[in-house]
């Protein structure tokens, strides 16, 4: 099993957070790049999420059915996601992947299912990256290509002969522990097409992406659309919620499905959801975020550069990854996020980083700030060249 | 597939709701026997949870790391539950019957596990009802017993062979569509003896009952404790979270397995939980809602008896159901429940009820007006013989 574990400098408690920033069980103030591992796109406590939230609070939450923010949710979900003809909603992204994967196979009535070597959907047994506790059968139908690689995924397709159920894709390659690939244009309009030759349901996984690159899907720039769609982190801000969306085609199958999990229906992270679409899609929210990504980008590339150290800058500017040449074991890389930790910029060195809308230009000027020290102690420590 | 559907005079969508009462989408206040189907145990917005939960929010729910209080609620847990040395933290029932699996597996190194006949323990492929889109590999080392047969289980203890990774048992029977049957003590110590011969885990699935019918686990009156234990629903009084707890024997095994969520930190359900739990320790409400029960099942009781109908009430008074004799397909339940829910008392003719310590002797004795009404209805249209 790949740990993704930090380091003894960064803190494992949190006890505030607001914005972009969080305070440790130290009490020390961190800038944070992590973004609570995704959920949180506008910020920590944004005010209209918290307000939407606590005005259904005060309704009501886990009751006995739907209250009607679920349909206004599932409404403004078909409404903002070009794929969506029908929403149903979950607690986790784990959830959401395996609802997929159940519909596709109750619609197709197959089995086999690819996935990228690698890639991540989830932390049950037909997925997580652990191996302990998980049986053989468990992944029996479970068959994987190269991201990213046409052939690759054709051979697995092939393999799959006339029992293939669905091939689930994230919009790019972010495994951990390893540079990030952004998906390449021909290769995901391959996947639709062998889903459309095949029968097979296209998946694609945009929990840890969604509502992040591309308001409508991760895919939407690309021009390929999904059969059926997991979402989950940054759909609320913060508040537990998951959703699989998909085509008028599945909606049977999705009816057919056996899924309900007792906080299923509870209505203050719908209530959190919708306020959050609503502000991504009435405020330049997106726009913002890759703009302070790109500084952020911009700014450590000249750092490096300054220092002597050659890094790669991967994955899409608004969850960038930083690591070194020459550094296959991520030991620069993880003593470069201690120094940055130790001076107040909290980051990690083998997974994504996540920014928000909470990040302002200044905020990423304070950043920089910090991982200039951070590279001149990796570079005095490296023996890198300073041109200075 | 069984299906659990409600009349259409049951309301879809609550809009609001207050103890032991919810108004739905059409304006109506409702009398509620569900309590969100289990998890609200101390009635809807309790003050000193929602207290709780509020200062949680202001600090920080969805973030990097733990907060505090996830240590605070671990160590009220093992303080809370006897078998419990240590408590893990998920999202859905499921997550928790899901990783005991995973965890009895991982200690073990074995794959087999035992469910009772037509136990309800999530609603994944290894233990869905439901059976579109589930493979045969999903249930390949998923073997099955009669609930309350010591025979049945030791047969299937032996089919299982050398390969028993666990028993998972619910502490009563509470399937849809039968009357509740509670545990024979002395089926609940053959499960531990059992477990204790062969060294399988013994699972105990308190995602429904906990912190219900009996703080430290619902089998702790009986004295039989498990290994691992499957917690959710009352344990943060309708907040979202779920928890494994287990043994020291079985910590290493439960750090090795794989699990996580994007919300699994989150710290406003563990402060709910706090709260709940708290309240539950150092209040009667457990006594409360026993009483509750009890003046509910004799109300009951006594009207049937008077409208000349025979009836069955099973499980513990806290989760009864009421059915009627003769009556195999709940043609005549379904329309008592439909009978009382157009007189303001929502209930279910098939899936147990669930009371909470918000039901006070007034609010039981308000709902047995009602259904004095809805007997008479069912006494009319069945023809039953009223004495009077």
Redesign the interface.
């Known amino acids: 099993?790949t740990r993704v574990l930090l380091s003894e400098d960064h803190?494992?408690?949190?006890?505030?957070?607001h914005g972009c920033r969080?305070t440790g069980?130290d009490g020390r103030e961190y800038l944070?790049l992590?973004c609570?591992?995704?959920?949180?796109v506008l910020g920590?406590?944004h005010p209209a999420v918290?307000r939407a939230?606590?005005e259904q609070?005060?309704?009501?939450?886990?009751?006995?059915?739907?209250?009607?923010v679920m349909?206004e949710l599932a409404e403004l979900l078909v409404d903002t996601v070009p794929s969506a003809d029908w929403a149903m909603f979950a607690?986790?992204?784990?959830?959401a992947t395996?609802t997929c994967?159940?519909?596709?196979?109750?619609a197709t009535g197959r089995?086999k299912v690819l996935t990228a070597h690698g890639a991540y959907h989830g932390?049950?047994?037909?997925c997580?990256?652990?191996k302990?506790?998980?049986?053989v059968?468990?992944r029996?139908?479970v068959d994987h290509f190269e991201y990213n690689d046409i052939a690759s995924l054709g051979a697995a397709v092939d393999r799959a002969g006339g029992d293939l159920a669905a091939i689930v894709v994230c919009p790019f390659r972010h495994d951990v522990r390893r540079d990030q690939e952004l998906a390449d244009p021909e290769f995901a309009r391959a996947v639709r097409a062998l889903c459309n030759r095949t029968g097979a349901a296209m998946i694609l996984d945009d929990?840890r992406c969604g509502f992040r690159l591309s308001l409508g899907g991760s895919w939407e720039p690309l021009g390929v659309r999904p059969d059926l769609a997991a979402w989950?982190?940054a759909m609320a801000n913060?508040?537990?919620l998951a959703a699989v969306t998909g085509i008028a085609a599945l909606r049977d199958?999705a009816s057919?499905?056996?899924?309900?999990?007792?906080?299923w229906?509870?209505a203050v992270?719908m209530a959190a959801s919708v306020a959050t679409l609503t502000e991504l899609r009435e405020t330049d929210a997106l726009v913002r975020m890759d703009r302070a990504g790109q500084r952020l980008r911009d700014g450590l590339d000249a750092q490096a550069k300054r220092h002597g150290l050659e890094v790669n800058q991967t994955g899409p500017v608004q969850m960038p990854l930083l690591t070194f040449a020459g550094d296959p074991e991520f030991t620069v890389a993880t003593r470069w996020a201690r120094e940055a930790v130790t001076r107040g910029v909290?980051l990690h060195p083998t997974h994504n980083w996540f920014l928000s809308a909470a990040h302002t230009e200044s905020d990423i000027d304070e950043i920089l700030d910090r991982t200039e020290d951070a590279f001149a102690a990796i570079a005095r420590s490296v023996g890198g060249l300073s041109p200075n």
Not at 91 to 95: C, H, L, P, Q, V
Request: charged content about 15%; aromatic content about 12%; some cysteine.
């Open positions: 099993m803190p494992q408690y949190v006890t505030e957070a969080f069980a944070d992590m609570g591992w995704g959920p949180v920590y406590a918290r939230a606590d609070t005060r309704l009501g939450d886990c009751v006995n059915g739907a209250a009607p349909v607690k986790n992204g784990t959830d395996t994967v159940t519909i596709a196979r109750a089995r932390a049950v047994p037909w997580t990256p652990g302990s506790g998980v049986t059968e468990d029996a139908h929990v989950s982190k913060g508040y537990a199958a057919d499905v056996y899924v309900t999990g007792s906080f229906y509870s992270s909290y």
